[in-house]
């Protein structure tokens, strides 16, 4: 398991994800907030497709996205991941977008998940879990 209090996820624009002007569509900026969020649970040694397969899983209740600067094709990005707040059922994290290149921010967001079981109903987050969230939230 990581120490990481923050874990940065590094990807290249895609073609796809742009519009007709080039710049980054703002709904891949939930892609890419994804894409962090599993590598970030995996540093912290939550693999989530095993408890998915243990009838444990999260629904995402809430999602927010602020926009900076637009990215663009081919440009390198990184997505810094970290805990910013553990409750009962849910916790809450945190994102920033910047360009690897220049280090310019250029999204920042946040995404609060509530733990469900097998039927979707919410549950307490299990202790070892909620430990390891609690443990690494971003000081």
């Known amino acids: 398991m990581s120490d990481a209090h ?7 624009v895609r073609y796809a994800e742009t ?3 080039g710049i980054v569509y703002y ?3 939930f892609v890419w907030f994804e894409v962090a969020r599993v590598n970030y649970l995996k540093a912290l040694g939550l693999n989530y497709a095993e408890l998915e397969r243990s009838g444990l899983g999260f629904v995402i209740a809430e999602a927010s ?4 600067a637009p990215a663009h094709f081919d440009e390198a990005i990184i997505v810094k991941t970290w805990v910013e707040e553990v409750k009962n059922r849910s916790f809450s994290l945190g994102y920033q977008v910047v ?3 220049s280090g310019q921010a250029l999204a920042t967001g946040k995404t ?4 469900v079981d097998a039927s979707g109903r919410p549950i307490p ?3 070892q879990i909620r430990d390891s969230l609690t443990r690494h939230k971003r000081a």
Do not use: G, S, W
Not at 6 to 12: D, I, K, P, Q
């Open 6 to 12: 923050e874990v940065a996820t590094e990807l290249r």
């Open 27 to 29: 709904a891949n900026y």
């Open 99 to 101: 360009n690897q290149d």
């Open 112 to 115: 609060v998940q509530v733990f």
């Open 19 to 21: 519009d007709a002007q």
């Open 125 to 127: 987050i299990p202790a």
């Open 65 to 68: 996205c602020r926009y900076h």
